[in-house]
């Protein structure tokens, strides 16, 4: 092969394998700009990171912002259900400086269910269950239709989040596994 024609065959080899590296753009976070935008706001934005969600929901909803006291909230509605589904990071509570260990043993007390979320920040865990920290009822063990609702923690952030779903348990669970923390 003559001197140019190799230069000109290695370089587009080149450049066929760095273009899809080159054109790749990281994926936006479901409600990333809902949240953020809702996080600048906050009060707490020095100590509760922002999160969204890694995939759509479904069914899935429209974003909007929560009223959540010192805090920021992004709910998702759906057509016939005002905040089906959503996340915050509450305003500053007196506990929220406890360390790990007490804030896990807060959770155990509180809430009739535990989950470990291994992809945040270590270490993350939720307590959950129906909404006022109640088990699901023997009849409707995957709460389809009940407000589930669970207090997370995050290693690295000094805040209670919240995360709740009117749909069902299985969809609460879905969010817990689906949350990551907005880069800023």
């Given amino acids: 092969m003559r001197p140019i ?6 370089g587009g080899l080149l450049l066929a394998i760095a273009a899809p590296v080159l054109a790749a753009e990281p994926t936006p976070l479901i409600a990333e700009h809902r949240a ?22 479904d069914p899935e909803g429209t974003p909007r912002a ?48 535990m989950r470990e979320l291994k992809h945040l920040p270590a270490p ?22 009940l407000s589930s609702l669970a207090y997370v923690r995050i290693g690295g952030q000094r805040c209670t989040y919240n995360v709740w779903s009117r749909i069902s348990r299985t969809h609460l669970l879905w969010m817990l596994d689906n949350l990551r923390v907005v880069k800023r």
């Fill in 36 to 57: 953020l935008t809702e996080w600048k706001k906050a009060e707490n934005r020095k100590a509760c990171a922002p999160l969204a969600l890694a995939r759509p929901s």
């Fill in 5 to 10: 024609a190799a230069r000109l065959v290695f």
């Fill in 124 to 145: 993350s865990f939720a307590g959950y269950g129906q909404e006022g920290a109640k088990p699901y009822p023997a009849d409707n063990r995957d709460g389809v239709g």
């Fill in 66 to 113: 929560a009223a959540f006291g010192g805090g920021w909230g992004v709910a998702f509605d759906l057509p016939e259900m005002r905040s089906a589904y959503g996340f915050a990071g509450t305003g500053l509570l007196p506990d929220d400086k406890a360390s790990a260990a007490m804030q896990r043993a807060r959770l155990t007390n509180q809430w009739p269910q």
